[in-house]
């Protein structure tokens, strides 16, 4: 698509020679038959077609000598057909870059600024109210979105890449879990690293399972408290660990699971997701914190945009991970309970 027009025009022009060179070597080897045999009357001339725009016959035929050289023609934002080394060489430097940048930047000041211990384990059940966990599992599954890009387009099958994905997103647990158990506040917790792995598995588990299609994971962060930055909060001011503010939620697509009738009243882009969060108590003093839990319309932004082209549907995916705000009931505490216009918008 960028290339030159002059070019274009060359590569047209090779094309049409070598596609022509074949026919004159027929014709020059059956030369003797030809003299020997008598002379025929001449076919009657077949209407001229009209002619291709050069940039046209070009692109037509790049396409056919890739095809014939057994490479597919890719841009380079598209995906490889076939496993590209110097792609996947490409794709394993990025992975590290970011490994090493999110080393530096967030995690050696914000969770392991402190001395090293011996190893330990700790599943630290206690920690805010358990809800650490679905950031886990959230974390994951943005990580089996990424992987699962990244090898596509470095050439991996779809589910060579889903699969891929999931392992690389457990062995990232593990390594930061790993790098947790030396830490003497924390260690290397199990339960942290089978969310984070099933996070990673997920949409391999949707692709698998189609019922399964029908339930997003997504999470919401808005901040209403300021109360776990009063209280220190990272070193690094890592908002990642602001519990109070972050909503975890599971979107359930209720269309698909009408009966065809009732089906076409509901639209499909309309969603009911059930949220969970913890209170500014499960921060300040863990004892005395409460779970909240929630039901709330989403939006469905695949079926609201439904992206053709595969770089969109890529988009779209990633910003349909995240809940944007809408009607909502506190449903527990009971007695918190109440209607919110735009939750996790306070007003």
């Known amino acids: 698509m960028r290339r030159l027009t002059a070019l274009l025009v060359a590569l047209g022009a090779v094309a049409l020679f070598a596609q022509e060179a074949p026919a004159a070597a027929s014709v020059s080897g059956d030369s003797a038959a030809v003299e020997s045999a008598a002379p025929a009357e001449p076919a009657p001339a077949a209407p001229a077609a009209p002619a291709e725009p ?93 992987f699962y890009d990244g090898y596509t387009w470095s050439g991996f099958s779809h589910h060579a890449a889903r699969g891929l994905a999931g392992l690389s997103a457990f062995l990232t647990h593990v390594a930061i879990d790993v790098k947790d158990g030396y830490a003497p506040e924390w260690g290397f917790s199990v339960v942290d690293v089978l969310s984070g792995t099933a996070g990673g598995f997920w949409p391999w588990m949707q692709d698998l399972w189609s019922p399964l299609a029908a339930l997003e994971f997504k999470a919401s962060y808005w901040l209403n408290s300021n109360t776990y930055w009063e209280r220190g909060g990272s070193s690094s001011n890592v908002f990642t660990d602001d519990y109070v503010n972050w909503t975890f939620w599971a979107s359930w697509r209720v269309e698909r699971a009408l009966p065809k009738g009732a089906a076409r009243f509901w639209p499909d882009w309309l969603c009911l997701a059930f949220g969970f969060s913890i209170d500014d108590a499960a921060v300040a003093v863990r004892a005395d914190g409460e779970r909240e839990f929630y039901v709330a319309l989403d939006w469905d932004l695949q079926e609201i945009f439904k992206p053709e082209s595969h770089l969109l549907k890529r988009v779209v995916r990633y910003a349909n991970l995240w809940k944007l705000p809408a009607p909502a009931v506190r449903l527990y505490p009971s007695h918190r309970r109440e209607f919110l216009l735009l939750y996790p918008i306070l007003f």
């Not at 490889?80 to 992975?95: D, K, M």
């Not at 490994?99 to 599943?123: I, P, T």
């Open 54 to 146: 050069a940039e046209t016959v070009a692109q037509s035929d790049s396409a056919l000598r890739a095809e014939s050289a057994g490479t597919p023609a890719v841009s380079f934002w598209s995906r490889s057909p076939v496993v590209s080394p110097w792609r996947t060489a490409v794709f394993g430097g990025l992975i590290l870059g970011t490994y090493g940048a999110a080393y530096g930047l967030v995690f050696a000041k914000g969770w392991w600024d402190e001395s090293d211990g011996d190893f330990h384990f700790s599943n630290d059940f206690d920690y805010a109210m358990n809800l650490d966990k679905g950031g886990h599992a959230y974390s994951g599954q943005l990580m089996g979105e990424f």
